[in-house]
């Protein structure tokens, strides 16, 4: 009978200790890899905004504290529209028209880096969000945008998007149907 007790005490310390490294293993995790790194996006630092229009694949017209601002996107860099459509590049007018459907599907919010907020034009620099979703990560994923102007420190959603780019590379989508066509400079036409 003590025979027993013992063998249900071992156990019953194993299942304790299996308990604790679990638990040390979980706050590891959390710890290590904050939320961006696993891929999802925290409601935290993204401030609610006006959209007033589309001027290009990535690149808006917001209010923003009182004022209307012209907003560049972080990170990604779609094909440029011209005065003259004829001269437009390969996919701008469907990244624009993206772009738009997607700014003009719900509430638009933006999320600033710990770097510049604006660039040497006086456009704010963000990553935009619709309902909580990314604008850039969907336009990457959707083959109409290219990880690009990588500038330390605004590099917060870095990876995530070169993971959404790769989607998109691998199954040639949009830009990256065009042998030749994406380079580390920009878009051949």
């Known amino acids: 009978m003590k025979k027993q007790e013992r063998s249900n005490q071992k156990w019953k310390g194993k299942s304790t200790l299996t308990t604790i490294i679990a638990a040390i293993v979980i706050a590891l995790v959390w710890f290590l890899f904050p939320e961006d790194d696993l891929g999802e996006s925290s409601r935290d630092g993204l401030i609610p905004v006006e959209f007033v229009r589309t001027l290009d694949g990535d690149t808006i017209r917001i209010m923003y504290e009182g004022e209307e601002r ?35 599907s719900g509430q638009l919010e933006i999320e600033f880096d710990v770097g510049d907020r604006e660039d040497h034009y006086g456009r704010l620099l963000a990553y935009l969000y619709i309902d909580g979703e990314s604008v850039q ?26 993971k959404a780019e ?8 949009g830009i990256w149907s065009i042998q030749g066509y994406v380079t580390n400079r920009g878009f051949n036409h």
């Open 70 to 104: 012209k907003v560049r996107y972080l990170l990604i860099d779609t094909p440029e529209t011209s005065d003259s459509p004829e001269e437009n590049q390969p996919f701008a007018e469907e990244a624009l028209k993206r772009n738009d459907e997607l700014l003009n």
């Open 137 to 162: 990560e969907k336009l990457l994923e959707e083959g109409l945008a290219r990880v690009a102007y990588i500038y330390e420190p605004n590099t917060k959603h870095l990876n995530l998007f070169k």
């Open 166 to 173: 790769n989607k998109a590379k691998a199954v040639d989508k």
